[in-house]
C-alpha cells in the first residue's frame, strides 16, 4: 500500500537537495528509476493485512479482480493527469509550493497531520513485522478480537522489534534504503508465491482440477472469493473496492505529495511508471495474500453464511496475521519476507514522519526527533486494532491530505484562468492564507460530518470532498484575493 | 607526475568479470524463488521440499546481491 507505502526514494529526491528550487536539467531522471521506485515502494508489509481484510469484507471474485483493474487503473490516471503535470512543470517540492500558496504557517500543520499519520502507517507495518517475530520467537500473537496490548509477550515483541526499527532509522536510513532495493525483486517474487502455494491449497480441499482459464475462473468465484462477509468487518461490493484502491494512496497522487517525487522526471508520461507498484502490490500482493487467508477461512469449512456467523459468535474466524500465514505457506523465507516488508517500508515512513516534525521543531536535532517518532510509533504498533482497521486507516489519511492536494490543484491551474494569482502567500510575503486554511479545515469538517453522521462511507466521501476543496479554495480565494485589495498588493 | 599503474585494465576487466559471475548467481537464486512455488503448484514437489528451496535461495539472493549492487552503487 501504503501505500500506501512511503519508501525508498532516489537518493537526491529524499531531501537536502533542491527543497527550495526546482530541479536543474542536470538532474533530472529516466523513466527506468521510477519504474524500480514504484515497485519498491508499494509492495510492502501492509500488503499483507489488506489482502486478508478484503477477505473479511466479503468480496466476490468478480468484484475484486474488476474492481482492482480499475481502481488502480484510476491511481495510476491519478498520477499521470494531476501530479505528474504540475511536478515535471513547477518542479518544486510539496511543502515549497504549500509554502508559496498558504504560507509557513500552514506548511506546519501540514507536516503535523502529515507525520502523526505516518506515524500509524509504520505502527501497522511493525505490528506486520512483530507477527512473523512472534511466529520466530514464539510470544502469543494478538487474535481478530484484540484491540489493545494483550500479552506482555506481545508488548516485549513489538518494543523489540519498534526499538531497533527506530534506532536504524535514525542512524542508518541510507543502509535501509539501499538494503530495501536489494530485498524488492526477491520481495515481489515472495508475493507472487504465497498465491501459487495458496492455489495448490485450494486444488487440493476442494478436489477441483484446472484444465483452462474457466475452471480457474470456477474455483475463484466458488471457494477463494466466496463474497461471504463476517461480521464486524465492513462489507465491501465492487465500489468499495474501487474507490479503497483508487484512494490507498491518494496522499500521494491527488493528495500531491509525489511532486517532490515526479519533479525529478524528464518527462510528464513518466507518471505511468506508477502502474508497476499498483498492478503488482496492489493487484498481485493483495490478492495473494488474501487467497492465503482466503484458504484458512475454506480449511476451516467455513463455506457458507451460516458457517460465518455461528463462527463470528463463537470467536473462532481465523486471525488474518501475515506472521503466521507466512510461516505456513513458504516456511522460513516467508517469515523473513514478512518482517523485511514491514522494516524495510517501516524505517523510511518513521524518517519522513521524523522529518516532518522536524519541521516543526527545527531546533531538535533530526536524530532525536526521529528516535522520538520511532518510540511513538512503537506504542501504536502494539494496539493490533489500528492495524485490523486498516481498510478505514487508509481511507481517513488519504481524506485528512487530499484537500492539500486540490488547492494545488487549483491554485495551479484554475486561479490564473480566474484572474486570481498563483502563490499568493510568496507575493504578498504572508506565513499564512485563510482562503488555503478554510478550504482545507472546512473540507474536513464537512467529510467527517458526513461520515459520522453515516450519510456515506469513509471510502467515497473524497471523491465528492476533493470537488468542495476545490470549491472552497476558489471562493476563499476570491474573497481573500479581490475583495480585501490584496490582489492589487501581490501586483 | 603519478606513476602509471600497467595493471589498472586487468584488475577492472578482472572485477568485471567477477560482477558479471555474482549476477549470474543472483539471477539463478531468483529463477529458483519464482519456480519453486510454481513447481509446487503444478503437484511436483512437497511443501517442505519447496520451503527448502525458497530458504536456499534466500540465503544464496542475500549473500550475493548486495556485493554487486554495491559496487553499482559505489561506481
Same mark, same amino acid.
Given at each position: 500500500m501504503t501505500e500506501e507505502t512511503p519508501a525508498p526514494v532516489p537518493a537526491s529526491a !529524499?531531501? +537536502?537537495?533542491y527543497e527550495r528550487e526546482a530541479i536543474p536539467k542536470r538532474s533530472r531522471l529516466g523513466f527506468k528509476n521510477f519504474i524500480g521506485m514504484y515497485a519498491g515502494e508499494h509492495t510492502a508489509g501492509t500488503e499483507l493485512m489488506i489482502g486478508p481484510l478484503f477477505i473479511l469484507a466479503g468480496v466476490s471474485a468478480f468484484d475484486v479482480v474488476v474492481g482492482l483493474i480499475v481502481g488502480n487503473l484510476l491511481a495510476v490516471l491519478s498520477w499521470v493527469f494531476m501530479t505528474a503535470p504540475i511536478a515535471t512543470r513547477a518542479r518544486l517540492t510539496l511543502y515549497y509550493q504549500v509554502e508559496k500558496i498558504a504560507g509557513r504557517k500552514m506548511v506546519v500543520l501540514y507536516n503535523l497531520a502529515n507525520g502523526i499519520a505516518f506515524c500509524f502507517l509504520a505502527g501497522a507495518m511493525i505490528t506486520v513485522s512483530a507477527t512473523a517475530v512472534g511466529v520466530w520467537v514464539g510470544f502469543p500473537l494478538p487474535t481478530?478480537? %484484540?484491540? =489493545? /496490548?494483550?500479552h506482555i509477550g506481545w508488548v516485549l515483541g513489538v518494543a523489540g522489534v519498534g526499538i531497533v526499527i527506530a534506532f536504524v532509522a535514525a542512524y542508518g536510513y541510507r543502509f535501509v534504503a539501499w538494503f530495501s532495493n536489494v530485498a524488492a525483486p526477491w520481495m515481489i517474487l515472495i508475493f507472487l508465491g504465497f498465491g501459487l502455494v495458496a492455489l495448490r491449497w485450494f486444488l487440493d480441499e476442494s478436489g477441483a482440477e484446472i484444465h483452462g482459464a474457466a475452471d480457474l475462473w470456477e474455483l475463484a468465484d466458488t471457494a @477463494?472469493? %466466496? +463474497?461471504l462477509h463476517v461480521p464486524g468487518s465492513p462489507d465491501f461490493s465492487i465500489w468499495h473496492i474501487i474507490f479503497f484502491t483508487w484512494f490507498a494512496n491518494m496522499a500521494m497522487h491527488v493528495g500531491m505529495s509525489d511532486l517532490s517525487i515526479l #519533479?525529478? &522526471? #524528464? $518527462? %510528464?508520461? =513518466?507518471?505511468? &511508471? !506508477?502502474a508497476a507498484g499498483m498492478y503488482i502490490g496492489h493487484f498481485m500482493a493483495w490478492l495473494s495474500a488474501s487467497m492465503l487467508f482466503a484458504y484458512q477461512m475454506y480449511a476451516a469449512g467455513l463455506r457458507s453464511e451460516g458457517d460465518i456467523l455461528a463462527a463470528a459468535e463463537l470467536g473462532t474466524i481465523p486471525d488474518p496475521l501475515p506472521g503466521p500465514l507466512a510461516w505456513q505457506s513458504m516456511g522460513i523465507a516467508g517469515l523473513i519476507c514478512v518482517i523485511i516488508a514491514g522494516w524495510t517500508t517501516a524505517n523510511p515512513t518513521i524518517y519522513r514522519a521524523g522529518l516532518a516534525f522536524q519541521a516543526i521543531v /527545527? $531546533? @531538535?536535532s533530526r536524530y532525536r526527533v526521529t528516535l522520538f517518532t520511532g518510540f511513538l510509533t512503537t506504542i501504536i504498533a502494539m494496539f493490533p486494532g489500528v492495524t485490523l482497521r486498516l481498510l478505514e486507516f487508509v481511507a481517513l489519511y488519504g481524506l485528512i491530505l487530499m484537500p492539500v492536494g486540490a488547492i494545488v490543484f487549483i491554485d495551479f491551474w484554475i486561479l490564473p484562468k480566474l484572474g486570481l494569482k498563483s502563490f499568493i502567500a510568496e507575493k504578498l510575503n504572508t506565513d499564512f492564507n485563510w482562503a488555503a486554511f478554510g478550504a482545507w479545515i472546512l473540507t474536513l469538517v464537512v467529510c467527517l460530518a458526513l461520515v459520522l453522521g453515516g450519510n456515506i462511507e469513509i471510502f467515497f466521501v473524497s471523491l465528492p470532498g476533493w470537488f468542495l476543496a476545490a470549491i472552497l479554495f476558489i471562493g476563499g480565494s476570491y474573497i481573500y484575493q479581490r475583495k480585501s485589495g490584496k490582489l492589487n498588493a501581490a501586483d | 607526475m603519478p606513476p602509471i599503474d600497467q595493471n589498472a585494465g586487468t584488475r577492472k576487466y578482472s572485477l568485471m568479470k567477477t560482477r558479471r559471475v555474482l549476477q549470474t548467481i543472483s539471477v539463478l537464486a531468483l529463477l529458483c524463488v519464482a519456480i519453486a512455488p510454481a513447481i509446487y503448484m503444478s503437484n511436483r514437489i512437497s511443501l517442505d521440499a519447496m520451503k527448502w528451496w525458497l530458504l536456499g535461495a534466500t540465503i544464496v539472493w542475500f549473500l550475493v546481491t548486495p556485493f554487486w549492487m554495491q559496487q553499482k552503487r559505489e561506481e
Open positions: !529524499s531531501g +537536502g537537495e481478530i478480537e %484484540t484491540w =489493545y /496490548p494483550h @477463494i472469493w %466466496t +463474497g #519533479r525529478f &522526471a #524528464r $518527462k %510528464t508520461w =513518466y507518471g505511468v &511508471a !506508477s /527545527p $531546533k @531538535i | -
